[in-house]
């Protein structure tokens, strides 16, 4: 079993930028696809990214393409999340979650419930 471990967030004013990182143990990440969701007050965790296992295909949500990008680094068994041109709506609490059934239709990849493993979640403020 993997256990991910996200890090990275905290206080950023809007128009800035922070990277997040999504580390793993217990298993290597390599061979897993590799999502970017998030949390905000009062609302449902919503998709935000996710990255095959090579990191050939890419796939984001509406609101926050071109300004976030999701890579890896599979020799470091990390994914990132670099996120510029922040707004107050990006505060949330960013989770990254694991999959193992491979990249599969990208409808299928905004859902939670097919990632297998979760992180603990890094919290993102962005201020106005």
């Known amino acids: 079993q993997v256990q991910l471990v996200e890090s990275g967030g905290g206080l950023v004013q809007a128009g800035g930028s922070l990277r997040l990182s999504c580390a793993a143990s217990g298993r290597t990440l390599s061979s897993y696809t590799v999502g970017w969701f998030r949390q905000a007050p009062g609302e449902e965790r919503e998709f935000v990214a996710s990255?095959?296992?090579?990191?050939?295909?890419?796939y984001y949500a509406d609101s926050v393409k071109g300004r976030f990008t999701i890579s890896r680094d599979n020799g470091n068994d990390t994914v990132y999340l670099q996120m510029n041109s922040v707004k107050p709506e990006d505060t949330a609490i960013y989770y990254c979650a694991g999959r193992t059934t491979g990249w599969g239709p990208l409808g299928s990849l905004s859902y939670l419930g097919a990632y297998d493993y979760w992180g603990q979640g890094t919290r993102v403020t962005v201020s106005s």
């Open positions: 990255i095959s296992w090579s990191g050939a295909y890419t």
